[in-house]
């Protein structure tokens, strides 16, 4: 009687646990060098949640584990974690997703274009943003245009243009180019440029 009783008691105080765990989204940050959440210091591994800012130095990378998707943060970088995307407030993160995971950086939005185990790479610098289409397609957007990113390609949005003419979308194969327009309008957000991406010994060579 007093074992069917505490066993009452067990499922009683462990049911609540679990449902409440099971509708949490667990994502865990690991660091490889010195690394930060939210200004402290990882020493090897964290919980974090949507809304953690991370960073890192030029000798250290992140990698934070969420369900269906991983982000790699390289080094010198700092990106905010928001659960089901990723935002790039500077440097680089390396996305693997499955489950349509995306990434912000700036203006630029960029989402898979299918569930289908897609990678890419987002880097935000100094007036430009760079996404590279590592495996899978990708949608990316500026706010005013969408278009397509095939696998192979990269894509740089440069913010510094803004208002000036000469900025269009050239997308380049076969030596052949075509192009979209160009924002002269003051506060006009300016086309994508996409252009072929040559990879080469695992990296990508610029234009």
């Known amino acids: 009687m007093r074992t069917r009783i505490f066993l009452c008691w067990t499922m009683i105080l462990l049911l609540p646990v679990s449902v409440m765990a099971a509708g949490l989204s667990t994502a865990m940050a690991h660091s490889y060098g010195a690394s930060w959440l939210n200004g402290a210091a990882i020493e090897h591994a964290s919980a974090i949640f949507p809304g953690d800012l991370v960073q890192t130095n030029s000798g250290s990378i992140l990698?934070?584990?969420a369900s269906g998707s991983t982000v790699t943060v390289l080094s010198d970088s700092l990106v905010k974690f928001?659960?089901?995307?990723a935002a790039i407030e500077h440097g680089s993160a390396k996305l693997k997703t499955s489950n349509n995971m995306s990434a912000r950086a700036g203006i630029v939005t960029v989402t898979p274009a299918s569930s289908a185990l897609t990678e890419f790479q987002v880097t935000r610098g100094d007036g430009t943003v760079q996404v590279i289409a590592l495996k899978g397609d990708l949608h990316i957007s500026n706010g005013a245009q969408t278009t397509t990113l095939s696998q192979g390609q990269q894509a740089t949005q440069t913010?510094?243009?803004?208002?000036?003419?000469?900025?269009g979308t050239v997308i380049a194969g076969q030596k052949l180019a075509f192009s979209i327009g160009a924002a002269t309008a003051a506060g006009a957000v300016p086309a994508i440029r996409v252009v072929e991406a040559v990879q080469k010994k695992g990296s990508v060579k610029k234009p």
């Open 82 to 85: 928001e659960g089901d995307s």
């Open 63 to 65: 990698k934070i584990d």
């Open 159 to 167: 913010i510094a243009t803004l208002g000036q003419k000469g900025v």
